[in-house]
């Protein structure tokens, strides 16, 4: 057989939901099936989900994903299927992929090379399978081939790479599978997403120069923190002939391309169009990031502080573009059902009277958001706040925290014996307005059974300019994955390629918490820039010290031909390490934040930092 249709499916798994999963897998086959697709490619671990994480270290977990492929094989009538699971041999754990056809096991193939750096762990709970090594695993009564196999189904030879093995060149299963000349080569991934990773996955696929090679990613937020683009590609000698759209708010994403294998200028593309501008990355991964979010925790929707500033108005565009598009893809009947949220009947029948799709009822259902004001806040981000809320269709209240921070200052004036004073209590006068704005966010939150959004940046995490248990209040942070530079140049973005409108007023303003009196003599006003320094300058030391691991003199030196004043640039790079050294305590306890660049400051699943330290002495001493 020489031509064959071939088709990968991104499923929108969750780690120990069998059920999900496992229907979302059926559904998989069944639509492949209906497509007359002859060979079917599954995403790495889609029966247990990959993050599980240290549950994979129970036997229990892959006894279970056991059973459930038993199940799986009996849908596999009349065609090949690849499916992920974690397999046990010699007790030793292995991320294994089985191949069946017929409603039988052909076997299991395991992954040669282990992701271990940044997010990934994986040799924490897996081995390494050795290239060239082939082993019998024995299942109930049954003898399956087991570690590094070529299969027959189809009459065609069929190899597989396992996500991380296309990454390690030195060791790349692809280079021994071409010459044992394996027409098919599969790739089932748990690959998360980072800014321009698909551009660089499709590269990295054609340079296996295979003849035909299926990629298939998973999708969407499985876990929590990493978000799955659901890619899938399929390339034929030099070029991508087969390629999906990603971010699908669909369970179950299916492409399918008929493949020539003697004479590629017969097959047949199906090719979308790739789009790999990050700002538009940004809008697809955040939106499907926060859907995904507030359904797997059962939430019925996100409640926000909007300041009027540039990280809560981003976070409120992305939960209005959250509905838009996830209605524009599923529906907006779907798109309820799927999101688990109950509404009203009779106030939907009068909101489709006012619009088909109810968009605007739907984010008003979903997201709250509300202007806390103190004595320091201004008109102008009142204005801001308000506008674009009402722009987006959210709920909007506001009111006043004053009554709040005087009854706290004055309990403490009485226990200290003494007046406050901007001149003496600056940080605990800023700080105290942030945190009393905290519990009656809450308790919204709670009624409403709502998520609370966390609105700090990948920037102000860095150096700790953030207040704890005040700003940082939240279930999720979904920007604390990017810096505050790329922050303000996407909302100038998003106001004309969104056409967000009512975000001139946000683009207007310069970055401040307004938490000093703008009239008093002793204190200059308040912005982030000035306490900080500019944060295109912040943003590159952060790289250089966090992706490029470079110390304080290293990055004086590559950074000072392009600034004007060296001596200030020595002081923003003092500034920064000291405030990042200081400031791990507070990382730990931010809200779970979205992985959305190619690093992160998360101290759990990228960047591990001593809570106590020698703070860089010797190395800023150098400067």
């Known amino acids: 057989m020489t031509r064959l ?88 754990l292995y991320d294994c992929v ?10 299991f193939s395991a992954k040669q090379n282990l992701a271990n750096d940044g997010v990934h762990y994986e040799s924490r709970w897996f081995k390494a399978w050795k290239a060239g090594r082939l082993e019998m695993l024995r299942v109930g009564t049954k003898k399956y081939p087991f570690g590094d196999i070529i299969y027959i189904a189809k009459n065609i030879k069929i190899g597989l790479e396992i996500c991380e093995d296309a990454w390690n060149d030195q060791k790349r299963p692809a280079h021994q599978l071409n010459k044992r000349k394996v027409n098919l080569i599969l790739n089932p991934s748990a690959s998360h997403f980072a800014f321009a990773k698909a551009k660089h996955r499709e590269k990295l696929m054609l340079e296996a120069n295979a003849p035909v090679y299926l990629y298939c990613n998973l999708l969407g937020n499985e876990a929590g923190k990493m978000i799955y683009d659901g890619q899938v590609f399929v390339t034929q000698g030099n070029q991508v002939i087969g390629r999906n759209q990603l971010f699908s708010f669909k ?17 047949d593309a199906t090719l979308e169009a790739a789009q790999f501008n990050k700002n538009h990355e940004f809008v697809q991964v955040l939106s499907l990031a926060l859907f995904d979010y507030m359904r797997k925790s059962r939430s019925k929707g996100y409640i926000l502080s909007l300041s009027g500033g540039a990280d809560s108005s981003t976070c409120a565009v992305m939960v209005a ?15 309820l059902e799927k999101s688990g949220v109950a509404f009203d009947e009779e106030q939907m029948k009068d909101a489709l009277r006012e619009e088909d799709p109810p968009l605007r009822h739907i984010v008003k259902h979903l997201l709250t958001c509300v202007y806390q004001s103190s004595d320091n806040s201004s008109y102008q981000t009142l204005n801001s706040a308000k506008l674009l809320a009402q ?86 942070s979904p920007i604390a994955g990017v810096d505050k530079h790329f922050i303000r140049e996407w909302l100038k973005w998003a106001e004309t390629s969104l056409g967000q409108k009512e975000l001139r007023h946000v683009n207007a303003l310069q970055p401040t918490a307004e938490l000093r009196p703008k009239d008093d003599d002793s204190t200059q006003q308040q912005t982030d820039e000035k306490d900080l320094m500019p944060y295109e300058v912040l943003q590159a030391i952060e790289r ?80």
């Open 321 to 335: 573009e959250m509905v838009k598009r996830g209605v524009a893809e599923l529906g907006w009947e779907a798109f």
């Open 544 to 623: 250089l010290t966090l992706y490029e691991r470079l110390s304080p003199k290293q990055i004086f030196e590559q950074l000072q031909s392009e600034v004007a004043d060296v001596e200030l640039l020595k002081e923003h790079i003092r500034k920064f390490f000291h405030l990042w050294s200081r400031n791990q305590w507070k990382r730990e306890r931010l809200a779970p934040s979205f992985h959305l660049d190619d690093y992160s400051i998360d101290p759990r699943s990228w960047f591990r930092f001593p809570i106590l330290s020698g703070g860089f002495q010797q190395e800023l001493e150098s400067l």
């Open 391 to 476: 722009d987006l269709g959210a709920t909007f209240h506001h009111w006043s925290i004053k009554e709040d921070v005087t009854s706290y200052s004055k309990k403490i004036e009485y226990i200290i014996n003494q007046s406050l004073s901007w001149h003496k209590h600056d940080i605990a006068l800023q700080n105290i307005q942030a945190r009393a704005r905290s519990p009656i966010i809450w308790m919204l939150a709670n009624i409403k059974g709502a998520l609370l959004i966390a609105t700090s940046n990948r920037s102000e995490g860095s150096v700790g300019y953030t207040t704890m248990d005040g700003d940082t209040s939240g279930g999720i």
């Open 98 to 107: 089985c191949l069946m056809h017929n409603q039988e096991i052909l076997g």
């Open 5 to 92: 249709k071939i088709g990968g499916a991104a499923l929108n798994q969750t780690p120990l939901d069998w059920e999900n999963n496992l229907k979302n897998i059926q559904n998989a086959i069944e639509q492949a099936k209906d497509a007359s697709v002859d060979v079917l490619c599954l995403p790495e671990l889609c029966i247990t989900g990959y993050g599980c994480e240290d549950m994979f270290l129970s036997d229990w977990v892959a006894d279970k994903a056991l059973e459930q492929l038993s199940k799986i094989a009996q849908w596999c009538t009349n065609i090949v299927v690849a499916v992920g699971l974690p397999v046990r041999f010699d007790n030793d």
């Open 251 to 267: 369970n179950v994403d299916l492409l399918a391309a008929q493949v020539d294998f003697k004479n590629p200028e017969n097959s």
